[in-house]
């Protein structure tokens, strides 16, 4: 793509811009909240008054992050390309700015999200996010960092800190891999998964494990360590 350097100094400014926008759309409901509880009170900022604006402000807040995570889950769903499995592209192409305002409305949400894992609300932003999620999934970390490119079974439990990232950069090119978790599978706490790795059913990667990108754990296996390798089979599979 010619001239994508100025088209990418122009684009950081305008993402300037639409986070302003992002982070302050929602500030109306939660103003509209705020107001509306804080009708109730005296007004003379007794004790009484003061208590119940603090109790609204904080409302108000919970207001603002609701509403922040549908509208950035919103755009994110309009934004997004539907990955098959793979997609290559240059670096420098329309594919990369994408990915790229994708990544920094799934940022804008931390404020909340890190706050709401787990929670049918969390599950509802990723969802609207792109990520395809099973029954019974329970997400404890606000590091998916690519919604779309993750799909999650059912039973799934990802463990707090862990981070999902399905982007890389391969020789000039912008990489997009799917991530797949298969059914009944844990994924431990502050681990990483690489883009393009698979972990089948019944599976469980362990607390900290680096699993590299396209690595494949078969179902009914147990991995851990830097990089993950096999450790055993797990009680359910090696039971049978």
């Known amino acids: 793509m010619r001239g994508f350097t100025q088209i990418q100094a122009v684009l950081s400014v305008v993402m300037i811009l639409l986070m302003g926008v992002v982070w302050g759309l929602p500030i109306a409901p939660a103003l509209y909240v705020f107001d509306w509880m804080t009708s109730f009170g005296p007004g003379d900022r007794s004790w009484p008054d003061l208590f119940l604006i603090g109790f609204s402000a904080s409302i108000a807040f919970l207001t603002w992050g609701m509403f922040l995570l549908l ?10 390309m539907r990955v ?7 670096l420098a ?3 990369t700015i994408r990915w790229a305002i994708c990544g920094q409305l799934h940022r804008s949400t931390h404020p909340i999200l890190m706050h709401v894992v787990p929670s049918f609300f969390a599950n509802a932003y990723y ?8 029954k019974n999934v329970n997400i404890n970390s606000d590091r998916i960092n690519d919604p779309s490119l993750v799909e999650l079974g059912d039973n799934v439990v990802v463990g707090g800190g862990a981070t999902l990232n399905g982007h890389l950069v391969e020789k000039g090119n912008i990489v997009l891999e799917k991530i797949i978790v298969g ?7 502050a681990t990483m998964v690489g883009p393009g790795a698979r972990i089948g059913e019944n599976c ?5 494990a680096v699993l590299p990108k396209r690595k494949v754990i078969p179902d009914g296996e147990i991995w851990g360590g830097i990089p993950a390798r096999f450790i055993k089979m797990s009680q359910s599979d090696s039971s049978k």
Do not use: Y
């Not at 059914?183 to 706490?189: A, L």
């Open 93 to 95: 192409s329309l594919t």
């Open 127 to 134: 969802r609207l996010a792109g990520c395809k999620i099973g």
């Open 71 to 80: 509208l950035s889950g919103t755009l994110q769903f309009l934004i997004r």
């Open 183 to 189: 059914k009944n599978s844990t994924v431990g706490g």
């Open 204 to 208: 469980i990667l362990g607390n900290r």
């Open 84 to 90: 098959k499995d793979r997609i290559v592209a240059p």
